[in-house]
């Protein structure tokens, strides 16, 4: 802020100014100083003449402070926090696809590491089918797996009834608090227009979703027993992994990761055509998962595209849960090194401009870096990001039909 002090000596006065200059950035002081006329005074006069001169720079200091008030930009403390940590390193892509591939695999096992020292995955998937139904328009069967780490991972499969090979969608449910809900999102139309599975599988496409941790079956099932549910077992559950050097995200990905195993495996699927999908949290998933498996064919990610260093100058951390951060993220690279590995895969990302979790200036930022990425293969039209006016963190009808659209030419359905 802004400032004046002032000092008298004797028969003269001292003034200093504070006010901040925008050409280099920075505080500029300015100090004047007055002295009345060496003539004798008397006591009376010497008073008037001292409220005389400290009304003149009362008066300077009423111009300056305002004005170099309004110059002074405004810093958060979010902001002073990020100025005094180590600064993120920029995303640099070469001129060249063959200089590219060498970095991308370089930034894959940065990603990799980052993500802690997970147990490995299984070779060889395998899921125990608890239950199957025909429910005519499309198989349903409910199934689980030993993620080998301490718990069973319940999901839920959607088969349609087709003859031949189906193209497969990985469906990631989001987070919202919803701690009960997790794969039941796939049999509901709450936070999407429409139930992902039954209409879905009714379009072709064979659908999976599990319950990540903490969610629906797995609710009250961490390390904390089933006395901790919903925020106290995640952060219960992200503490137990720390650690263990390891992210909860990591581990969210890693049973993502053995959902795939299993889904690539089925006789009914064409583990050639396969993509992933979700809202929020399942966004996130979504294009996290295409940056580290190659699998994935296709992405669509709905509300949640979200450039960390944007993130938290918005003071936008309050609207991610413990779950999503990854430690010595920023001391590596931010969201657009991630999203650029899914290059020259397809991936659409949907997102409204009011929505809090995804600043839009950040987005932005994504958008312009991932892009050579795509033009590297010349497959700029593989990559494509949508701005919704006036929206929040929701999945709109349109939203929906885009997604729809977008999985039917990316995995060739009939």
Known sequence: MPFARFNYMGSGCRASFRYWNP???????????????????TTTDRTLQHRFVRGVFLALSLFLIPCSGMAQPQISIAQEWMRAAPPVPDLK????????????????????RLLGDLPPRPVDPRAQTLSREDRGDYIFEKFEFDNGAGTRVPGYLFLPKRTGKVPAILWCHWHGGDYDNGKEELLRAEHTPEMPGPTLAKLGFAVLGIDACGFGERNGKGPGGSGEKGGAGEMTASKFNLWMGRSLWGMILRDDLMALDYLC??????????????????????????????????????????????????????????????????????????????????????????????????????????????????????????????????????????????????????
């Open 93 to 112: 892509l070469p001129a060249t696809r063959t200089a590219w591939e060498k970095q991308r695999t370089e930034i894959r096992g940065t990603l990799t």
């Open 265 to 414: 495996s089925r006789p009914e699927v064409d583990s050639s055509r396969v993509g992933a999908t979700g809202i929020s949290m399942g966004a996130t998933r979504t294009w996290w998962l295409m940056a580290l498996d190659e699998r994935l064919r296709a992405g669509v990610a709905v509300a949640c595209l979200t450039r960390y260093q944007d993130l938290i100058e918005a003071g936008g951390l309050k609207h991610h849960g413990i779950y999503y951060f990854v430690p010595g993220m920023l001391r590596e690279f931010d969201t657009e090194a991630v999203i650029s590995l899914v290059a020259p895969r397809r991936l659409l990302c949907l997102t409204g401009d009011e929505d809090s979790g995804s600043p839009l200036a950040g987005i932005r930022k994504i958008e312009e870096q991932v892009r050579p990425a795509y033009e590297l293969y010349e497959a700029a039209s593989a990559f494509e990001s949508v701005i919704y006016p006036k929206t929040g963190h929701v999945y709109t009808p349109d939203m929906w039909q885009r997604m729809v659209r977008w999985m039917g030419e990316s995995l060739d359905r009939k």
């Open 23 to 41: 050409r280099n950035k920075s505080f500029a002081f300015i100090e004047y100083e007055a002295h009345p006329p060496a003539v004798s005074m």
